[in-house]
């Protein structure tokens, strides 16, 4: 009988579909699940195969809402795991407790590491990130199973910390048939994703004054949507820049395949981002939409391999208007061949073996 598995994370779990694809994929492969999230930033009504439930929190601000968390998962997880248990840790966040009831119980631990944690944009040069490095400093080396988000992430874990992850990267399911390359008028530019710092969003705004018939769809919320949505007044852009508010991730993956271009212009802000395979990337490949890319060295990979786009060197409004109206001028259809092959390479079910593999590891298979 297979082990039962504990996962958990800093998450109200509705639009994690990493934590959601890496649960089913080990439910349907016969293990017990029990996921657990909390409920910060959202409590809305979920569906799944497996066992869930999310920790409820009184904290007003984030800074306490984490301590309050990994307070109360490890009560959660004193109660909840035995000596037939493996704990899932997700990100740096989650990982104290587990690391804590893993000791106690001497059962295994794994990590998924979903990001540099320690250098992201949003705690950088503050007191919260020498805190967390100094979990990191003190847990990840002792990390025996770990799997990370991209190739880059995992050379960085390595020489950090001496520790191999094993790379998992957080890509979309495969859709088999290709959806049907829309003919729009104006044509459609989409960002889909969290509306945070470092992203690009307000320079594609910038470069929508210089990019003709066509329009920016922007599907996804967070910290910055107000400043944003202020920005296209202020450039007068009513009526080229619209704001779809967040989606359901069924509801976005039909609105994805609308699009005739996507873009991931991440800002390099902080090792995690300039290591990272954003979840767009390979959402748009899957959908078969090209997209503008900066050249960071895990889209530079991809674009190395196949012509799913064009790669910019900065983020200058003009250099992006300029990739994006040539791309627009090709269209869509000059590129479905590439986008066709990446599809079959950048899907999940080629990351899936790799999660059962080392979950089979850990439990002493």
């Known amino acids: 009988m297979k082990k039962k598995i504990i996962t958990s994370a800093f998450s109200n779990l509705y639009t994690d579909q990493r934590i959601e694809k890496v649960c089913k994929t080990l439910s349907d492969n016969g293990y017990l699940i029990e996921l657990i999230g909390n409920d910060w930033g959202g409590n809305e009504k979920m569906e799944r195969s497996y066992s869930f ?114 790379v998992v990267r957080n890509i979309p399911r495969k859709i088999f048939s290709a959806p049907e390359i829309p003919n729009n008028n104006p044509r459609i530019i989409l960002y889909q994703g969290a509306i945070n710092q470092s992203r690009g969003i307000d320079k594609v705004i910038l470069a929508m004054h210089n990019i003709n018939e066509a329009v920016l769809k922007i599907a996804g919320d967070g910290p910055l949507k107000k400043t944003y949505e202020n920005l296209v007044v202020s450039e007068k852009l009513e009526n080229k820049v619209f704001f779809l508010g967040k989606l359901k991730p069924e509801n976005l993956r039909e609105v994805t395949k609308t699009a005739d271009l996507g873009f991931s212009l991440e800002e390099n802000n902080g090792v995690s981002y300039y290591y990272s395979l954003p979840n767009k990337v390979c959402d748009y490949i899957q959908s078969r939409v090209p997209l503008v890319m900066i050249n960071f060295p895990e889209m530079q990979r991809i674009k190395d391999k196949f012509d799913i786009g064009e790669v ?14 040539r791309m627009l001028e090709k269209g869509r259809k000059f590129y479905a061949q590439e986008l066709e092959k990446a599809a079959g390479v950048y899907c999940w079910e080629n990351e899936e073996e790799k999660i059962l593999e080392l979950f089979r590891k850990a439990s002493g298979n």
Do not use: C
Not at 71 to 87: F, G, M, P, Q, V
Not at 312 to 325: D, L
């Open 53 to 166: 439930s999310r920790i409820k929190l009184k904290s007003k601000s984030l800074k306490t809402a984490y301590f309050e968390f990994n307070w109360k998962l490890y009560k959660e997880l004193e109660k909840k795991a035995d000596k037939n248990t493996i704990l899932h840790a997700n990100d740096i966040d989650a990982l104290l407790p587990n690391f804590l009831i893993a000791k106690k119980l001497n059962i295994p631990l794994v990590f998924d590491s979903h990001e540099i944690f320690t250098e992201m944009p949003a705690i950088q040069n503050r007191l919260s990130q020498k805190v967390w490095r100094l979990l990191e400093r003190s847990l990840v080396p002792k990390m025996k199973f770990m799997m990370t988000e991209s190739q880059s992430y995992a050379e960085w874990f390595r020489e950090k910390y001496g520790v191999d992850a094993v």
């Open 312 to 325: 910019v060197t900065n983020h200058h409004p003009e250099t992006i208007e300029k990739a994006m109206n």
